[in-house]
Every structure is written in C-alpha cells, then in structure tokens.
C-alpha cells in the first residue's frame, strides 16, 4: 500500500522481569521494531533505543518507571545493567523518557522493549497482536483503512482484524465530551434553579422587612417602576456578587487542579463573561417576582406596617 509511510508492529510477550532478584512490579515486556519510537512518539533520555541490526539479539530498552524502580539497586548508570525476562538476560541499552500520552495502548513508564525477532525465537507461539502505521496525511484515510482491511481479510490465517484511525479514536472522545457537556449542563442547570431561588427568597424577605421604606418612597414621589426598578437592581446585583465569586473560587479549584496534575492552566475570557452574564439574568429573572410585590404595595398600608 503506497500510502503507508512506517509501521511498527508489537507483541506482548510472557514471562515476569526481574532485576537483581527484585520482581518489577507491572513491568510489561513488548515486542517491538526499530520504528516503533517513531510512530509512538517517545524520546530517549539515556542510551539508545533498538534498532533493525538488534534483530536476536538479548537487548532491552526500559520506561521511565521501571528505569526508577531499577536505580533504587543500582550503584551505576542503568545501561549494561541486566535484567532478567523468563530464564533469559537482557541487557539494558536504553531508558526512555517520562511519557504522559495517555493516548496509546500501552503503558510506556511500566514497558520493558525488546526486538520482536527475538521474543518470536523465545516462544513460537506469539502473534503479533498490533501494528501502528503512518501513512501519507494527504491520502484519504478512509479509502485507506478499506486497503488495509482488506488486505488482511485476504489472508487464510485471519479471519477478523480491526482498523482504529486517529479521526474515530477524536470521534469517541467528542461523543464522550458531548456527554460530558450535557451531564455539567443539567447539573448546572439544577444549581441555577436553587440558587435562583435562593436569591427569590431573600428579595422576598427584603421586601418585607423594608415596607416602610418602600411607603415612605411612594409618598415622596416614586413610581411603582421606581420601586421595581430598585429591587431588580439589588437582586442583580446580588446574583452577581455570587457570580464573582464563583468565578474567582472556580479558577483558584483550577489552578491547583492543573498544577497537581501537571496540566496546562488556561483561562477562557468567554468563560468568565458568559458567567457574569448568566448570574445577571438568574438575577434579574429570579428577582422580577419580588421587585412586582414591592411595586404593587399600597402606600398608606406599607406606612402603617411595623
């Protein structure tokens, strides 16, 4: 197939790693070939990694964690140190860098790579169970994964294969965001409502205790929307202040939520807007009811209320 620019495949081979007599606790060992670094986009910090010339060979390249758990027992560098895979020695020539894609189907911090040859020589029974391929960005990737589908199902030995492409891998995680964004929308929504309310209730109460005020207004002049107009003010007011203050409380949770996990912290402008203007509506809606009660009392019997 033209289109296809590397492919690297991988199996995953049995046997538990050992490092001087120490289990390597979740440490995988995969099969691999010299592109794999390539198409999965690791770096490598110490040594090198493996290469077509390595082909049956006892070398090893180690990820970031079991390259750590290893240092706790070694009294020099990691490379030419040997680590036991079944009842076979490899011998490390290669650390790889902390990787925090979480995107790929291995664990690359707990993998341990070693050649494919020589895992499929240890044991004839492996199959190769994955291959990652890169093909040109100017053909049309659906036409293609038709190509490779095909020239798989052509072969006696397989009788099923699955083709995932990046576009339905990005196609799954908008699907789960759309979800996502509906679950946050009705929780949101429900808060809205409690919050409007809350806000309702205190205008009412206000209203209440402040008659007299609102008689001795009317007598001096007001208007009924003068009144109205006042509450709504208050209310929005109000509902803003919380606003604020979410606003200040949620980028402050965001902050250290990115700094614990080592995310990128970002700002959105629209966000913060889109917040002051929806608490100024949940305001100015919420409050409309109360500031109507306030317009609509009688003056003479605001007056005379204690």
């Known amino acids: 197939i033209s289109s296809i620019k590397e492919l690297a495949p991988n199996i995953q081979a049995q046997g538990q790693p050992t490092y001087k007599g120490k289990n390597i606790e979740r440490g995988s060992v995969i ?38 758990f290893m240092k706790k027992y070694a009294n020099k560098d990691l490379i030419g140190e040997k680590i036991k895979i079944g009842d076979r020695l490899f011998s490390v020539i290669g650390v790889l860098e902390n990787s925090t894609n979480e995107n790929l189907n291995f664990e690359p911090n707990h993998s341990i790579l070693t050649h494919l040859t020589t895992q499929i ?55 789960q965001m759309e979800l996502y964004t509906m679950l946050l929308g009705a929780i949101g929504s429900i808060s809205l ?27 001096l002049g007001a208007k009924r929307r003068n009144i109205k107009a006042q509450f709504l003010i208050e209310s929005t007011a ?11 409380l949620g980028i402050a949770v965001a902050y250290f939520a990115a700094q614990y996990g080592k995310w990128e912290f970002v700002i959105s402008e629209f966000a913060i807007i889109l917040g002051f203007g929806v608490s100024s509506m949940v305001g100015m809606f919420f ?8 317009a609509k009392l009688d003056p003479i019997v605001a007056l005379r209320s204690d």
């Open 31 to 68: 099969g691999v070939t010299q592109p794999f670094i390539d198409i999965n986009k690791l770096e490598i910090v110490e040594g090198r990694f493996l290469s077509d010339l390595d082909r049956l060979s006892y070398y090893a390249v180690v990820g970031h964690s079991v390259a750590e």
């Open 238 to 248: 109000l509902s803003m202040l919380g606003g604020a203050a979410g606003i200040i």
């Open 193 to 219: 409502i409690v919050g409007g309310v809350g806000v309702m209730n205190v205008m009412l109460v206000s209203v209440t205790e402040r008659k007299k005020e609102i008689g001795v207004r009317r007598a």
């Open 287 to 294: 409050g409309y009811y109360p500031a109507s009660q306030a």
């Open 121 to 175: 020589r240890l044991d004839k029974n492996l199959e190769i169970q994955n291959i990652k391929i890169r093909i040109d960005p100017n053909a049309d990737h659906q036409k293609e994964i038709k190509k490779i589908q095909e020239y798989f199902l052509n072969k006696k030995s397989i009788s099923d294969i699955e083709v995932r492409s990046p576009q339905e891998l990005i196609k799954q995680m908008d699907e």
